[in-house]
């Protein structure tokens, strides 16, 4: 593998030359081997086999609610996600796949024709481009044109992250959502971690310090990141578990919603939600974060943020809210919701490695 200063060298080589199909990772990081949801796997078998041989990601950070929608893949790869989602939301949605390796978004575009023919559609609702997910503007994005943007291990992978969340933050539109797995460690790598070439195409040396992470998502716009799920990171390689112990390594979704007038602490007005039901794959339980599990006509009391996040997004026609901010009532104890003590260890979010 050549080797320059430019971690981005370092991982269109890697993905574009030194893997041929996700077998030859040397740690799961970059690998989702997780079962997917119940209601994707049947979106994955009508996917082309030789873009599944060499999709790299983490998890499967589809999240519910997308029909119609405009959605946005950065690191797309050879387009798993992005066929995932051209399903999801439908002939009138749109789905924009962005990457900076032409070896794997070759495979994307040579299998084109050929899902969309298999989704029934008359003219394709995807869009493949070559670029970088620091500069979306230079992909010709513009401001507030996305409801969704996805990601899948591949935020890990950029020199400049700071730049990511700020593209990401001024292509969606107001209530949008960026939501997305990724690889997160449990302490600042040194850098001689950080800066080495494998280490850092296996999707570890780029890992953020997960508390670093959270600050710079509420920096950059993201006022309340909510955590999904999370998993631990197996690494297959002797001599590359050695160079990075004792760190350890996490596979995390993540949901940030861009919603303005979010605090920064859960506060108490006395609001309820109830999960209406109906959302496709998540017909009687809905997951919002990894504590915020709601059921069909259960009412849930939620904290002011929470009610935001489901008052004012795509999730909206799915849920009833009662009440208002006009009256405080003090801090909110955001404990987790009755529907997640009663069911979190039967539902299976699918969400990671």
Known sequence: MNVDGDPRSWVREYYGKVLQKSADLATNACCATGAPPRYLQALLAKIDPRVLDRFYGCGFPIPEALEGQVTLDLGCGTGRDVYLLSQLVGPKGHVIGLDMTEAQLAVARETLDGHMESFGYAKPNVDLRQGYI???????????????????????????????????????????????????????????????????????????????????????????????????????????????????????????????????????????????????????????????????????????????MLEQTRFARFFEVQGDRRVHFGGFACAATGAHERYASTVADGACC
């Not at 401001?143 to 730049?163: A, G, M, T, Y």
């Not at 280490?199 to 508390?211: F, I, P, Q, R, V």
Request: with cysteine; proline share 6%; hydrophobic share 40%.
């Open 134 to 308: 620091e500069d979306l503007a230079g992909a010709g994005l513009d401001d507030e044109s996305v409801d969704l943007v996805i990601s899948n291990c591949v935020v890990n992978l950029s020199p400049r992250k700071d730049q990511v969340l700020a593209e990401i933050v001024r292509v969606l539109r107001p209530g949008g959502e960026f939501y997305f797995s990724d690889v997160v460690v449990d302490r600042r790598l040194p850098e001689a971690i950080a800066f080495d070439p494998v280490l850092h195409s296996e999707c570890l040396g780029g890992a953020m310090y997960d508390a670093d992470f959270i600050s710079l998502a509420r920096r950059s716009g993201f006022e309340d990141p909510r955590e999904v799920s999370r998993a631990p990171i197996d690494i297959h390689s002797p001599e590359i578990e050695a160079k990075v112990a004792p760190a350890r390594f996490f596979s995390v979704t993540y949901r940030l919603l861009k919603l303005e007038g979010l605090e920064d602490r859960c506060e108490d007005y006395g609001q309820i939600a109830t999960y209406r039901g109906g959302l496709p794959g998540a017909e009687q339980l809905f997951r919002l974060d990894d504590h915020h599990l709601f059921e069909a006509g259960c009412p849930e009391r939620v904290c002011g943020n929470t009610a935001a």
